[in-house]
Structure formats: C-alpha cells, structure tokens
C-alpha cells in the first residue's frame, strides 16, 4: 500500500489521507445529523426525489452491476458492486431514519454505524464516477450515481471531502477566479503565448479578445486546459475567428474566468457558490450567450443544473455548448472545412455529462465527420459509453495509488475499446477525459493520441 495511506480503511487505495478522514476523530453523530438535514426536502433542493426513492426502492436484481465497469474491471469483486456501495448508505437509512429500523433493525437489514463503517463508506463513494450508467438500466428507474453524490454531500458536510475537490478546486478557483491559481498577468501572458503559437503553426496571427464588455459570446474554458490542453484553447480561438463573431475570453480581473465547477461532485453549498459567481461574472461582462467550452461537468452545471438555483430573471444570457456553436457554423457554410487534413483515423469517446446526461451526442459526430475522412465508432458509444474513469473528479486524484486504480479498471476497459478501433486519434470534448486518456495511452503504451474536437476542427479549416 502507498505510504500516503496511514492505514487501510475499505481496500488497497486511498482516495482521502488521514487528514481529510480523520479516523482518530467520533464523526458518526456527526453524520447522522447531517444525514437527517439531506433527507428533508427543504434542505435538499437538487435530487431530493430520486434520493428519496433510490433509498427506498431496490429490488436487487443486479441489472446494474452486469453494466458498471469498475465491476466488471475489477473481476466482479462484491466491494465495488453498484448495489454493495449504496446498499452502505440504505443500511443507515433503514437503521436510524426509518420506524421499522428503530425498532427491528434485524428485520430490515439494518445495521448501527461505527467509525470503521464510517471510513470505509467515505472511500467507497469515491471508487464511482457517478456515470449513471447503471440508471439506464435498472427496471426500477433507480439512480445509484445519485446516492453515491448524496452520500459525499453528506460527507463534506461534516468536513470530509477531498483536497482536490475542495481546498484546491472549489475554495480556490472563488479566491483567485480558477482552480489553478493563475492570476491575471499571468493569464494575459499566456493568451500572448497561445497567439504567438498560432501564428508560428500557422503561419497567420490572430487577436484572441479578452474582458471585452457587450460582446455576443463569452468563451470559459477549463482553465486547466491553458496549462495541459493548449492545443484544444487555440483551436477554439481559431474557430471563433474563422466564423468572425464578436467574442472574447475572460481574466480574473473579471471576476472567475474557469468554467469548471467542482461542487458538481461533491457538494451543493460549493455548487451554488461557484455557479453564483459564473452568473455574476457573465452579468459584470454584459455577454449574451456564455459558452462553454470542452468540459463536461461545467455545461451540465451551466445548462442544467442551473435551473433549479438561478431564475431566468437573473441570468439574461443563453448557455451553449462549443460544439453546438461549432456544428452549427459547419453546417451553416459559415467556417469551411478540408477533412483532409485530419487523414489519421479517429475515433469519438462520448464523455458521461455531455453525453448521457446531457444529450449532445450528434453534434461532435457531425463536426469530427465534417472534418476528418475516417470516423470510427467505439462499441458501445452514446448512451451507453463506457466512462474512461477521468469523471467525478478522478482525473485530478493520484495519491494512496489512486493512479494505477484508474488505469487497471475503468482505464483498462477503455484501452480495450480503443484498440478495437485501429483509431490512431481518439477525440475528446472533456478536460476530464482528456486527462485520463493521457494516462490511459501512457499506461497501455498505445500507438495514438488524444485530441480536443475543436483542435482538429481547428486543424482542418479552410481560410
């Protein structure tokens, strides 16, 4: 076991070091009565139904287990069951919250929670990327992905949460306006740098507009794509120009110019905060649409989870996608294209948020199909997508071996997807994704690369 992990609480990993746990510390009243506030509808404005009812209603059939990859990845090991994870949480609702458990626990399956139980619950919530793929096919309509979120919400709550998440996400994208920290200078210097490159790759300058006030679309990337996904920031920056609309990025000096919004993992007063400061931002700037660039967690965020915090009255702005912006134009005749110049195969991995549960999954087919001659499909796509393991903030999680976690179950499946292909290019619309595909390629030494859908788009306009 790695060093980092002062002991063994649930299996041979650690997602949260003894500092964030704190196992020396009673921490079960304390999770019950913050359990007992997510059960009541009026403190639980997001899934307070489906919660409710994913609680009380399983009829363990195992449809959902035949479907999960960290499951199957892992050789159907019983711990990483999708039942056996929430059934963790059910037990303590059954045990303290419900008549029959007060008073016949052993009727009902129920069982007293203890530190111990307590440690092993908090890392088991973070061996999921809530993909939902197990929603789709439970004959019931139960959302393990929602227990599993509900149970970290009740986690942070009591101050249990990772300090990938937390302390150096949420916490500091509203302290310095993004998660990585970068302050204004040293933004302005990189989107310097990004024109400089365009201009040498290219052989054309461009002017890539920033804090411009009243322009038509406001572009927020992930802003850790500046630092490890350049390539994905310019070519949107190109497409943009090509399709000459009056756009612009955003500085600190603005207010938070990150789309990403960790609280979609693990905490709804985190959500709100960040998502607060996305509509204030965007209100400073006088935007009319807020597009979103390619991170799936971000457009679910913006798009939908939206609505059930800020009325429509408060945010005078449409939210979009960059690849509905980036289909459209193609189809419009407004940006043209030569595929190719994108000759290598490529294959699309479908990213769980914009996909199952955002619906956008013709529009990047579209695009990679306008502008590159060999398209290939991975088995299965759209709905049914394999989660690469980068989700619900993995990609960011490395220490206790969290790594080799990732790579030997949902990494592995998906490497297996990818070799099936021959693709030598896999595109990605998720800074998430393409961080673990990153690992992914350089865990499984495969012969290809990975590749943002506005970089290649980028790559194959005609000007």
């Given at each position: 076991?790695?060093?980092?992990?002062?002991?063994?609480?649930?299996?041979?990993?650690?997602?949260?070091?003894?500092?964030?746990?704190?196992?020396?510390?009673?921490?079960?009243?304390?999770?019950?009565?913050?359990?007992?506030?997510?059960?009541?509808?009026?403190?639980?404005?997001?899934?307070?139904?489906?919660?409710?009812?994913?609680?009380?209603?399983?009829?363990?059939?195992?449809?959902?287990?035949?479907?999960?990859?960290?499951?199957?990845?892992?050789?159907?090991?019983?711990?990483?069951?999708?039942?056996?994870?929430?059934?963790?949480?059910?037990?303590?609702?059954?045990?303290?919250?419900?008549?029959?458990?007060?008073?016949?626990?052993?009727?009902?399956?129920?069982?007293?929670?203890?530190?111990?139980?307590?440690?092993?619950?908090?890392?088991?919530?973070?061996?999921?990327?809530?993909?939902?793929?197990?929603?789709?096919?439970?004959?019931?309509?139960?959302?393990?992905?929602?227990?599993?979120?509900?149970?970290?919400?009740?986690?942070?709550?009591?101050?249990?949460?990772?300090?990938?998440?937390?302390?150096?996400?949420?916490?500091?994208?509203?302290?310095?306006?993004?998660?990585?920290?970068?302050?204004?200078?040293?933004?302005?210097?990189?989107?310097?740098?990004?024109?400089?490159?365009?201009?040498?790759?290219?052989?054309?300058?461009?002017?890539?507009?920033?804090?411009?006030?009243?322009?038509?679309?406001?572009?927020?990337?992930?802003?850790?794509?500046?630092?490890?996904?350049?390539?994905?920031?310019?070519?949107?920056?190109?497409?943009?120009?090509?399709?000459?609309?009056?756009?612009?990025?955003?500085?600190?000096?603005?207010?938070?110019?990150?789309?990403?919004?960790?609280?979609?993992?693990?905490?709804?007063?985190?959500?709100?905060?960040?998502?607060?400061?996305?509509?204030?931002?965007?209100?400073?700037?006088?935007?009319?649409?807020?597009?979103?660039?390619?991170?799936?967690?971000?457009?679910?965020?913006?798009?939908?989870?939206?609505?059930?915090?800020?009325?429509?009255?408060?945010?005078?702005?449409?939210?979009?996608?960059?690849?509905?912006?980036?289909?459209?134009?193609?189809?419009?005749?407004?940006?043209?294209?030569?595929?190719?110049?994108?000759?290598?195969?490529?294959?699309?991995?479908?990213?769980?948020?914009?996909?199952?549960?955002?619906?956008?999954?013709?529009?990047?087919?579209?695009?990679?199909k306008a502008c590159c001659p060999d398209f290939r499909e991975m088995t299965p796509n759209r709905e049914m997508s394999l989660c690469c393991g980068g989700g619900s903030g993995f990609a960011i999680m490395e220490k206790g071996g969290f790594l080799k976690f990732r790579m030997e179950t949902y990494g592995r499946l998906k490497a297996e997807q990818l070799k099936a292909t021959g693709a030598k290019v896999v595109a990605c619309a998720c800074s998430n994704c393409k961080a673990q595909f990153r690992e992914?390629?350089?865990?499984?030494?495969?012969?290809?690369?990975?590749?943002?859908?506005?970089?290649?788009?980028?790559?194959?306009?005609?000007?």
């Amino acid at each position: 076991m790695c060093a980092v992990a002062a002991q063994k609480v649930f299996d041979d990993y650690r997602v949260l070091p003894d500092e964030a746990l704190k196992p020396g510390e009673p921490r079960v009243e304390k999770f019950l009565q913050a359990m007992r506030k997510s059960l009541q509808q009026k403190e639980n404005w997001t899934f307070w139904l489906p919660y409710i009812l994913s609680l009380d209603t399983c009829m363990k059939c195992g449809t959902c287990a035949e479907v999960c990859p960290v499951y199957q990845a892992t050789g159907r090991k019983e711990i990483y069951h999708p039942v056996y994870r929430t059934d963790m949480l059910r037990k303590i609702y059954k045990r303290y919250f419900t008549l029959p458990g007060k008073l016949f626990p052993w009727l009902v399956g129920a069982e007293d929670l203890t530190e111990e139980k307590l440690n092993a619950l908090a890392e088991n919530v973070y061996r999921c990327t809530i993909c939902r793929r197990c929603s789709y096919v439970c004959p019931v309509a139960i959302d393990n992905g929602v227990i599993v979120r509900e149970a970290r919400k009740i986690l942070d709550a009591i101050d249990i949460a990772p300090d990938e998440l937390k302390q150096k996400g949420t916490r500091l994208q509203l302290q310095a306006g993004n998660a990585t920290g970068m302050p204004t200078a040293a933004f302005l210097d990189m989107v310097e740098f990004l024109e400089d490159e365009i201009e040498e790759t290219r052989g054309y300058r461009i002017k890539i507009p920033v804090d411009k006030e009243g322009a038509e679309y406001l572009l927020m990337h992930n802003a850790g794509d500046y630092l490890a996904f350049a390539e994905t920031v310019m070519g949107a920056a190109e497409v943009m120009h090509a399709a000459g609309v009056d756009w612009t990025l955003n500085s600190p000096n603005t207010g938070v110019n990150d789309a990403v919004n960790y609280g979609v993992f693990y905490s709804d007063v985190e959500f709100s905060a960040v998502i607060k400061a996305h509509v204030e931002t965007a209100r400073k700037l006088g935007i009319k649409k807020l597009v979103v660039g390619e991170c799936g967690h971000a457009f679910e965020a913006l798009k939908y989870l939206i609505l059930r915090l800020i009325p429509p009255e408060e945010r005078p702005f449409e939210v979009m996608s960059i690849l509905e912006l980036e289909d459209q134009w193609i189809r419009e005749g407004r940006i043209k294209v030569d595929p190719q110049k994108n000759p290598e195969p490529v294959t699309f991995h479908d990213s769980c948020k914009l996909g199952r549960l955002g619906g956008m999954f013709e529009e990047p087919r579209r695009i990679l199909k306008a502008c590159c001659p060999d398209f290939r499909e991975m088995t299965p796509n759209r709905e049914m997508s394999l989660c690469c393991g980068g989700g619900s903030g993995f990609a960011i999680m490395e220490k206790g071996g969290f790594l080799k976690f990732r790579m030997e179950t949902y990494g592995r499946l998906k490497a297996e997807q990818l070799k099936a292909t021959g693709a030598k290019v896999v595109a990605c619309a998720c800074s998430n994704c393409k961080a673990q595909f990153r690992e992914i390629i350089n865990y499984h030494k495969l012969p290809m690369r990975y590749a943002g859908v506005s970089e290649l788009l980028a790559n194959a306009l005609v000007r």
